[in-house]
């Protein structure tokens, strides 16, 4: 899908999604044209390279993944590869491919920004203000990648905040995936965010004829928010990291009470066996089946063999009691 806005100079703005009206406009530049292309085919990459005179390489990078941010600086245009965040059933970073030339701006992409569709309704309802110039619209494109970052990483923050209460509250399960998917997600955060900041310093540098002071002071903003988008995340992954330790501790906390638990109760069945085994060894005894057995034919050998066992036992239950072994 094509679509066109073109801002005349006097700040009106022109819907159009008629590709001889595009080319019209390009050949004339009577008007300021921003293009997008969602999802381009074989035949809107073709459109592009005839009306704007695109370099096939050029062409070939939007119609292939390029992994890294890129630019390229041409006779009449920078051509930019930049990456944004999207959401799916898998985390992915497509790329958005940038032509600026003084007379237009061109953005490529393969899936639907809603930073970017934000500040396109903006301008189509004239609520903008600053320069209409192509790099001012470049500074507004790059910052709608960044809070494309931005607003996934607060989404982060938020999720590791529950995580804390969880462990707190002692809600381990499936605690450890959390973690673990939180941390990846992080680690690929940072890497892509760190390509973008540098090719935003080249973007930035003198070197580049193509902008104005005023136009690298937009720039080196929006490089700004790149950065401070890596620093949250940098923040995260701090965060992240001791709740991981957090996580370890309560754990560990776990199983040594587990372990005092059955210890306590190991002892205690210790205690009751010391108790028992030597009233069992006196009934072993008098159980024996010897004929010439004398306490046999005492009158009260019985009851004077359960005074002894009795005694016995509450002499051990009291002096284990003593020593606290039945706590």
Not at 63 to 73: R, S, V
Not at 115 to 120: A, G
Not at 260 to 270: F, P, S, Y
Request: with cysteine.
């Amino acid at each position: 899908m094509i679509r066109a806005l073109g801002i005349g100079r006097d700040k009106n703005v022109y819907f159009t999604e008629s590709l001889e009206q595009i080319r019209q406009v390009q050949e004339k530049h009577q008007v300021l044209l921003w293009l997008d292309v969602l999802d381009p085919t074989p035949e809107d990459l073709e459109f592009l390279g005839s009306t704007f005179g695109f370099a096939e390489i050029c062409l070939k990078d939007c119609g292939e993944y390029t992994k890294n941010p890129k630019l390229d600086e041409y006779d009449d245009y920078l051509f930019i590869v930049t990456h944004v965040l999207h959401e799916a059933k898998e985390l992915m970073f497509p790329e958005m491919d940038i032509f600026l030339s003084h007379n237009y701006l061109v953005t490529v992409h393969y899936y639907h920004v809603d930073e970017l569709e934000q500040y396109w309704h903006r301008l189509l309802q004239r609520l903008y203000d600053g320069p209409m110039r192509t790099d001012f619209l470049l500074y507004h494109v790059i910052t709608a990648v960044a809070d494309s970052f931005h607003k996934v990483v607060e989404e982060i923050a938020a999720q590791i905040e529950d995580l804390e209460e969880d462990i707190i509250v002692g809600n381990l399960d499936n605690i450890l995936p959390q973690i673990t998917t939180l941390r990846r997600r992080l680690i690929y955060f940072r890497r892509q965010l760190s390509s973008e900041v540098a090719m935003l310093e080249k973007l930035t540098q003198p070197d580049i004829e193509f902008f104005t002071e005023e136009s690298r002071a937009y720039l080196r903003d929006a490089m700004e928010r790149f950065q401070r988008v890596l620093h949250f995340v940098d923040v995260n992954r701090e965060l992240i990291a001791a709740l991981f330790e957090t996580y370890l501790s309560v754990i560990s906390l776990r199983m040594t009470e587990t372990s005092a638990e059955q210890n306590r109760i190991m002892q205690r069945l210790t205690v009751i066996t010391a108790v028992f085994m030597p009233l069992t060894l006196l009934a072993g005894i008098y159980g024996m089946n010897f004929e010439f057995m004398p306490e046999l034919d005492w009158k009260y050998g019985y009851f004077a063999v359960l005074l002894v066992m009795l005694l016995l036992g509450l002499g051990l239950y009291r002096h284990f009691k003593k020593r606290g072994w039945l706590d």
